[in-house]
């Protein structure tokens, strides 16, 4: 393993102002989001959608790596270029998604285990072969005080998955981010969302180190503590900030590079006054930053989808979306920037 190139890919990918931007939507889920604005889910489509965010111009200044699903990393330009290749060309690092997705976990009613370990190794050394030099995999942990979920069994099984698949990417030269996502749905506390959080991060950082995972090659994709979206109080920006980073001290050793958060179906502004106001904090052991899907796409994929011609528009607002983001990586986000400067 060379963990000089792996740090310094890890490095690259949360270089100041910078973060991800995650365009990995599996095709069931690429669906759900293109039905919601009309748009046939199609591999032309889904090839034309892609095509439009990855050759924004300027998205360069605030985006340094884009993760892929299997079917985008193989997809070309309109002009015959792959995807990776087009990406690298304007120093945007490639990614790709190589989770099969969370499954229904054995003895465990409502919890789940990400699949998808089978054939890695070989699926692995063939995305590095086609351009790929870092990857995602997910896994998603439920909180229910009813019924006393996340269970010690699903969090320690999805933190030993996560840890396996980072041994293998390592070995194959790919910088792994690990994604134990607590699932932000849901009418709990944001103190249960500190505790499911916590839960998670121990036995996550307790199985990469069993595992012999070089923390300096990797980063980490978590979700923020804050309350449940359906929960009566909802905590503020700055009890975000202070709940997210307290957990994360006590949980991430100082020797993983960067935090790229989800954004987990925050709304846009939230999902940026968050970031903003963790990152307003000052200087923490690791970089802040973001690794968005939803909130670096929503605005782009309804201006798009209302008219698929008018690729500039949709470029006009994920540049938006991605610039308003980056300032955020540095506490320099104010709500009055949403308006400013967008045609
Ligand atoms: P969201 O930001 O939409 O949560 O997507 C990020 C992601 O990659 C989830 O796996």
């Known amino acids: 393993m060379d963990l000089d190139k792996l740090a310094s890919t890890a490095e690259a990918l949360v270089a100041e102002g910078k973060g991800i931007l995650a365009a990995d939507e599996s095709d069931s889920t690429i669906k759900k989001r293109f039905d919601k604005v009309g748009i046939e889910s199609t591999e032309k489509n889904r090839q034309a959608y892609r095509e439009m965010l990855f050759t924004t111009e300027g998205a360069e200044e605030f985006i340094s790596g884009v993760i892929l699903f299997d079917e985008t ?6 002009d015959g270029t792959p995807f990776p290749k087009a990406l690298e060309e304007r120093g945007i690092i490639a990614g790709i998604k190589v989770d099969k997705g969370a499954k229904a976990l054995a003895n465990a009613p409502g919890e789940t285990v990400t699949e998808g370990l089978d054939g890695l190794r070989e699926r692995l050394d063939e995305y590095r072969e086609i351009g790929a030099r870092f990857a995602k995999w997910r896994a998603t942990i439920i909180i229910e005080p009813e019924g006393d979920l996340p269970s010690e069994y699903a969090i320690w099984a ?3 998955a996560l840890a396996r698949y980072a041994a293998l990417c390592q070995e ?8 134990p996502e607590v699932l932000m749905d849901g009418s709990h506390t944001i103190a249960d969302s500190f505790g499911a959080t916590s839960r ?9 180190r069993d595992q012999r995972i070089q923390l300096e090659g990797t980063l980490l994709k978590p979700n923020m503590v804050l309350s ?4 009566p109080e909802q905590a503020s920006h700055d009890e975000v900030a202070e709940s997210t980073l307290r957990c994360f001290r006590r949980h991430v050793p100082a020797a993983v590079p960067g935090i790229v958060f989800l954004s987990g179906g925050q709304t846009d502004e939230d999902a940026t006054a968050n970031l903003n106001a963790i990152n307003a904090r000052g200087d923490q052991p690791w970089r802040l930053s973001f690794s968005y899907g ?3 796409q929503a605005s782009a994929l309804q201006v798009w989808a209302a008219d698929t011609d008018e690729v500039a528009a949709g470029q006009r ?4 979306r991605a610039k308003l983001n980056s300032a955020a990586r540095s506490g320099l986000y104010a709500p009055d920037m949403e308006t400013a400067g967008v045609a």
């Open 158 to 160: 999805n933190a030993h």
């Open 317 to 320: 607002a994920f540049y938006h």
């Open 228 to 231: 449940g979206y359906d929960g």
């Open 200 to 208: 998670t991060l121990h036995a996550l950082y307790t199985e990469l």
């Open 172 to 179: 194959a030269g790919l910088v792994p981010i690990v994604e």
């Open 294 to 296: 939803r909130a670096l």
């Open 73 to 78: 990393i193989r997809q070309s330009t309109s």
